[in-house]
């Protein structure tokens, strides 16, 4: 097969392959290879008969010339779940989108396009889920694939114990009992059970009793 690389309609020089992969490198980063990616192939028998494109792949280019923005968190130290954070991003330049990152998070990163150098990204409601260390970059409009190196990191603690709906979870407290240290909790249904008991003793005391005021004199 013979792979082609497409970024944004440019087309880099084909790789012939023997197996099912080709491999494109690059030994010198730059702003310039940042972009959209996608590839394609087809038989070098059939060159006419292309496959569809891939799915597309960002490349992001950090660029160490532009200054690293800063991060802050409020409230800052231990925030109680239910409550709501904030996490601001802040840089020297208002043309920027800002990124959060989360890390450790797979998920899509969050972005804003703030009206000034900075941007606040807020999360409410927190919970045990939101936990964890954040840092954000920007990346200029003008250059979509162009970033700033990340911030540094800040750290959202989040109190609480132990989610009941959790795997794991502790069970919650079943109802006391309301007897005295070592005797029987007196429920209906020991109650009536107790009840039954006295019932048939009594009745077999009277047939007991009964027998023996019918017996003849001398009978043993």
Do not use: W
């Amino acid at each position: 097969m013979r792979f082609v690389l497409n970024k944004e309609g440019r087309h880099f020089p084909p790789v012939d392959s023997d197996g099912f992969e080709a491999e494109f490198s690059s030994s010198n980063v730059h702003r310039d290879l940042g972009g959209s990616y996608s590839c394609s192939y087809h038989s070098r028998s059939e060159p006419f008969a292309v496959s569809y494109p891939s799915d597309p792949v960002e490349l992001v280019v950090r660029d160490p010339s532009l200054p690293r923005p800063s991060i802050s968190l409020s409230p800052t130290g231990v925030t109680a779940p239910g409550a709501d954070a904030t996490i601001r991003c802040q840089g020297q330049r208002q043309d920027v989108r800002f990124f959060l990152h989360k890390a450790g998070d797979l998920n899509p990163q969050r972005h804003m396009d703030p009206a000034g150098a900075g941007a606040e990204f807020r999360i409410p409601s927190v919970g045990r889920q939101h936990r964890g260390n954040y840092s954000c970059s920007y990346r200029l409009q003008t250059e979509p694939f162009v970033s700033s190196y990340a911030s540094n990191s800040v750290e959202l603690v989040v109190a609480g114990g132990t989610d009941p709906t959790q795997p794991g979870a502790v069970p919650a407290p079943t109802r006391p009992s309301t007897a005295p240290s070592g005797h029987p909790d007196f429920t209906h249904g020991n109650i009536a059970r107790l009840g039954l008991g006295a019932a048939v003793l009594l009745v077999l005391g009277l047939i007991l009793a009964k027998a023996c005021y019918s017996r003849p004199r001398g009978a043993p």
